[in-house]
């Protein structure tokens, strides 16, 4: 018996079958693209909350090491996008036997290279937690084996505790410090400037810089954030009133917020930290002022 003749696909058959694999092919693609929008997008968010917690390592180092916790005006306004605060620049500070508001001098133990000559700049604090900081003008020697110290612009101790005989300035410390200031542009550079030098980009591409100022309230232990630090006399005070209660600021909340870029757009992300100010139970400071 002869075998029949073998039959092949029709015409519609293999247009039935081209379509078919169209549609498995099309669907096997929006598959794989959407896993690879999604892979990318996760790891651009993880690469982006990555370089945040850099940058914030980073700032958040430099505040923790704030002489005495306190903040200040140099060289940038301390507000909701920049800070600035004092580090140790040589010494953990020394005694101040005597200032003279009138000659606008300070007698300090120490030699005259741990006090530092003409421009090195150094915080005076006095024993009612009032500072300011100044440029040496002039580092003499003085009586009973004590430095006399000028600032280098005058008026410089106007207001301050000055010695006396019933109430002395042994709670009163000069610091030497280099002022350390972190400004955002408000487009996407973090700057860092120290003392008068120039600006240094210290992280590009960012979207957002928030500082906020928590004070914890002394009555009651509320706390308040606020986006500017509370002032005495234009100048930031670790002290003050709000809301008609004593307050001390606690610590810096500092947000940073940045995009990264993946196969489905841009992913944002931000990263949130707390910095503790540091802090001293027999010696802190109200509020810096600048004489430079």
């Known amino acids: 018996m002869r075998r029949g003749a073998k039959q092949g696909f029709t015409l519609v058959e293999m247009l039935i079958a081209l379509g078919i694999l169209s549609i498995v092919l099309a669907v096997a693609y929006a598959a ?6 999604v892979q990318s997008g996760q790891e651009a968010a993880t ?3 990555a370089r945040l917690r850099r940058i914030t390592e980073v700032f958040t180092q430099e505040v923790r090491s ?7 005006n140099v060289p940038y306004t301390s507000g909701a996008n920049s800070v600035s605060f004092m580090l140790l620049d040589g010494g953990a500070g020394f005694q101040v036997t005597a200032i003279d508001v009138a000659s606008n001098t300070v007698n300090v133990y120490g030699s005259a290279a741990d006090v530092g000559a003409a421009g090195t700049q150094v915080m005076l604090v006095d024993s009612g937690g009032q500072a300011v900081l100044f440029n040496v003008g002039t580092n003499s020697s003085g009586s009973g084996g004590t430095r006399l110290v000028a600032p280098s612009k005058g008026a410089c101790f106007t207001g301050m505790a000055a010695s006396s005989t019933s109430s002395s300035n042994r709670g009163s410390l000069l610091f030497r410090v280099k002022s ?25 591409n960012l979207t957002g810089v928030q500082i906020d100022y928590v004070y914890r309230g002394k009555n009651t232990g509320t706390l308040y954030t606020l986006s500017t630090p509370l002032a005495e006399s234009g100048n930031p005070t670790r002290t003050g009133v709000h809301n008609g209660e004593p307050v001390e600021l606690l610590r810096l909340q500092i947000e940073l917020r940045s995009e990264g870029r993946s196969l489905g757009g841009t992913v944002e992300r931000n990263y949130v930290s707390q910095v503790e100010l540091g802090s001293n139970p027999s010696f802190n400071i109200k509020a810096v002022r600048s004489c430079i």
Not at 32 to 37: D, P
Not at 180 to 204: H, V
């Open 47 to 49: 690469a982006t909350q």
């Open 180 to 204: 350390l200031g972190l400004s955002y542009d408000g487009t996407d550079t973090l700057y860092q400037r120290e003392r008068n030098g120039a600006a240094q980009a210290l992280a590009f």
């Open 32 to 37: 794989i693209s959407q896993g690879l929008r």
């Open 66 to 72: 704030a002489v005495l916790g306190a903040v200040s």
